[in-house]
C-alpha cells in the first residue's frame, strides 16, 4: 500500500489514488552528449486529500530543479495562446483597471505574453519570474519583471515599494506552487481592498473527464476543482466569487478570488459546484475509474506503435511538450516508436527528451520527407498545428491523438 501525505493546503490526509512511476524532470531537454546517470527522477503519483478534496502530487521537486536560467517553455510560441491572452488585458482594462493608475501583478509572467498588452497600455505592472531567459524576452519587450520566485517575502516587498495591487494574475503557475500558503498569505497582504486575485489552471474535471493524464508531471503539483479552490480560499480570507471555463490547454478554469466579504459570488460559482457534485468529482471510485482510463490509452497506444512500427511505418512526434514526458516515459515510448519530435522552440531543438531520449529538432524536418504518422504531443493546439502542418495531411499523413482515447486522424 502507497503511504499517505500530508495536504498542501489543510494539512489533512492526502490519499494516493495513481502511481506514474519513475519520471524525469518534464522540461528538462539533455544536450545529447550528457551522461544519463546525472539524470534526475522521481516518483510522479497523484493523490487526494481527504479533508479539502484538494488533488495534489505525493511528493514534490524542489523549485530550483525545475525554474532556472535554461527553463524551455516560452509561452509565446502559439498564437492562439496570444490572442487569449491579449483578450484577457483588454477584459482586464475594461473591467478591473478602470480606477486611477491602476497596478497589476503577475506571478509567473514567462515572456511577457500577457503584460506585454499592459504594459502598451500604459499600465503600472511588475511581472515575476524566476526562469531568467523568460524573463530576459520579457524584460525586452518592455515590461517590468522582478526575476524571482513569488512568495509571501516577494508580496511584502512589493506592497512596500509600489502600493497595493489592484489585480493579481496567474496563469498555469499557481498549479506549479507546492508552498501555495505562503502565495495567498501573499495575496492577501498585496491585494487592494477593493481588487481581485485571477488565475487560470487545468480543470480537474476536464482531466478527469477526458482522462488527460499528461497533464499530470512534476511542475503541475496541484490539480484544482471549484470545491478545493473555494475551500483554500476561505482558509487565507479569501472568497471565490467568480468561475469561469476556459478551451485553452485542454480545458482549464479561470478563477477570481477576492478579500472575504468584498464581492458576491456569481451563479457561474454555484453551477460550476453543483456540477461537480454531480460528477463526483473527488469521490474514490472516479479517481479509481481515471486510473483504469489511464491503463487503457497506454496499452492501446503502445499497441498501435509497435504495430505500426511492424508496419514499416514511420511515426514522428510533434511538439516536445512537458505533458509529453509522462506519455513517453509512462508508456516506454523512445527512439525505437518515435525516432524524433519537432517543435519550434529553439531552446528545445538538437537536445533530447527527458527520460526517453527522443531527439528533438525543428518543424522543418518535418517535412524532410513527411512521416506516414505524427504522434500529437500538443494535442492542445492541435487546430493552430493541423492548420499550419495542411500539407502533412495532403501529402497522406495521419495524426495520431491519445486523449481522451486513442485515435487515428
Ligand atoms: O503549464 C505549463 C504550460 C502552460 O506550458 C508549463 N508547466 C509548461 C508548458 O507545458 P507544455 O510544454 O505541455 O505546453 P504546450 O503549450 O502544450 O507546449 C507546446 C509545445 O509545442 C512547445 O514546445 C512549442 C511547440 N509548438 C510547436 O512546435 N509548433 C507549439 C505550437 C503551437 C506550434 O505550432
Ligand atoms: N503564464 C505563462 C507561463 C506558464 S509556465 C503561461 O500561461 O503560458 C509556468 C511559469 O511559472 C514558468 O515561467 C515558471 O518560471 C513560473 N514560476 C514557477 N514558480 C513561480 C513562482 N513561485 N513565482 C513566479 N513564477 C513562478
Ligand atoms: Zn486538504
Not at 478545493?228 to 472568497?239: D, F, I, P
Not at 496499452?299 to 512500427?309: G, I, K, M
Request: hydrophobic content about 40%.
Amino acid at each position: 500500500m502507497p503511504s499517505d501525505s500530508q495536504c498542501r493546503v489543510c494539512g489533512g490526509t492526502v490519499r494516493e489514488f495513481f502511481d506514474f512511476g519513475r519520471q524525469p524532470l518534464s522540461d528538462a531537454f539533455l544536450a545529447p552528449e550528457s551522461d544519463p546517470g546525472q539524470e534526475f527522477f522521481y516518483r510522479l503519483a497523484t493523490g487526494a486529500c481527504q479533508d479539502c478534496t484538494m488533488v495534489q502530487l505525493m511528493a514534490e521537486v524542489p523549485r530550483e530543479r525545475m525554474f532556472h536560467d535554461a527553463y524551455p517553455y516560452y509561452s509565446s510560441g502559439s498564437a492562439y495562446m496570444r490572442t487569449h491572452f491579449e483578450e484577457l488585458a483588454k477584459r482586464l482594462l475594461a473591467t478591473e483597471l478602470t480606477g486611477d493608475d491602476p497596478f497589476v501583478v503577475e506571478i509567473g509572467c514567462n515572456d511577457g505574453i500577457m503584460l506585454r498588452a499592459l504594459a502598451e497600455a500604459g499600465v503600472r505592472h511588475l511581472g515575476v519570474e524566476p526562469s531568467g531567459a523568460v524573463a530576459d524576452v520579457a524584460a525586452a519587450r518592455g515590461i517590468r519583471v522582478r526575476k524571482a520566485f513569488f512568495e509571501d517575502s516577494t508580496a511584502r516587498q512589493i506592497l512596500a515599494e509600489s502600493g497595493p495591487a489592484d489585480v493579481i494574475y496567474a496563469a498555469n503557475t499557481l498549479c506549479h506552487i507546492p508552498y501555495i500558503a505562503s502565495i495567498l498569505t501573499g495575496v492577501k497582504t498585496l491585494l487592494a481592498p477593493s481588487g481581485a486575485f485571477v488565475f487560470e489552471d487545468p480543470y480537474l474535471g476536464e482531466i478527469i473527464e477526458r482522462t488527460s493524464f499528461d497533464q499530470i508531471y512534476d511542475e503541475h503539483f496541484f490539480l484544482f476543482s471549484a470545491r478545493s479552490v473555494q475551500a483554500m480560499a476561505a482558509r487565507y480570507g479569501l472568497e471565490l466569487v467568480d468561475v469561469e471555463r476556459l478551451p485553452v490547454h485542454g480545458g482549464e478554469v479561470r478563477y477570481t478570488l477576492v478579500h472575504a466579504g468584498a464581492r458576491t459570488p456569481s451563479g457561474a460559482v454555484r453551477k460550476l459546484l453543483a456540477d461537480e457534485l454531480t460528477m463526483k468529482l473527488a469521490e474514490p471510485e472516479t479517481l479509481h475509474a481515471f486510473g483504469t482510463g489511464v491503463l487503457k490509452i497506454k496499452d492501446e497506444l503502445t499497441s498501435l506503435l509497435r504495430e505500426l512500427r511492424a508496419e514499416g511505418k514511420r511515426v514522428v512526434g510533434y511538439g516536445a511538450t512537458a505533458k509529453s514526458a509522462t506519455v513517453t516515459n509512462l508508456c516506454g515510448i523512445g527512439p525505437d516508436l518515435v525516432p524524433f519530435i519537432c517543435d519550434s522552440t529553439p531552446a528545445k531543438q538538437g537536445r533530447v527528451s527527458p527520460g526517453r531520449h527522443i531527439p528533438v529538432r525543428p518543424p522543418e524536418a518535418f517535412a524532410d520527407p513527411y512521416p506516414d504518422y505524427s504522434l500529437l504531443f500538443a494535442w492542445n493546439h492541435a487546430e493552430e498545428i493541423m492548420a499550419k502542418e495542411q500539407a502533412f495531411q495532403e501529402s497522406g499523413g495521419k495524426w495520431i491523438l491519445y486523449v481522451p482515447e486513442v485515435r487515428i486522424v
